[in-house]
Nanobody, 124 residues
Framework: QVQLVESGGGLVQAGGSLGLSCTTSGRTFSSYVMGWFRQAPGKERDFVAA????????LYADSVKGRFTISRDNAKKTVYLQMNSLKPEDTAVYYC?????????????????WGHGTQVTVSS
């Protein structure tokens, strides 16, 4: 059973920064891609960023390019999302996800496992 646990959310002023972490446990050896999605109240769950578990390769949503950075630490079994220059529009619950594929995908339905989310609130 694969388990994902997010941490690092909180309240920050516009223009500030936050770093999110996602720690994995269980059988992740067959997984190749991990990512972050976010969902604001009344909105659909939208793609933020994805990274291959090994071998390199990243993909970002246009809305976060140049501001967010996804990274990984294989030894710690952890994926990170560094968020800079935050905007009120970034306010959402951020979810960590894992897909048993090597393809960097933007559709939530393509991912197999999900964390419970961590709240990020950006004030204006």
């Amino acid at each position: 059973q694969v388990q994902l646990v997010e941490s690092g959310g909180g309240l920050v002023q516009a223009g500030g920064s936050l770093g999110l972490s996602c720690t994995t446990s269980g059988r992740t050896f067959s997984s190749y891609v991990m990512g972050w999605f976010r969902q604001a109240p009344g909105k659909e769950r939208d793609f933020v960023a994805a990274i291959r578990w090994s071998g390199g390769g990243t993909l970002y949503a246009d809305s976060v390019k140049g501001r967010f950075t996804i990274s990984r630490d294989n030894a710690k079994k952890t994926v990170y999302l560094q968020m800079n220059s935050l905007k009120p529009e970034d306010t959402a619950v951020y979810y960590c996800t894992l897909s048993n594929t090597i393809r960097l995908l933007t559709s939530a339905g393509a991912y197999d496992y999900w964390g419970h989310g961590t709240q990020v609130t950006v004030s204006s």
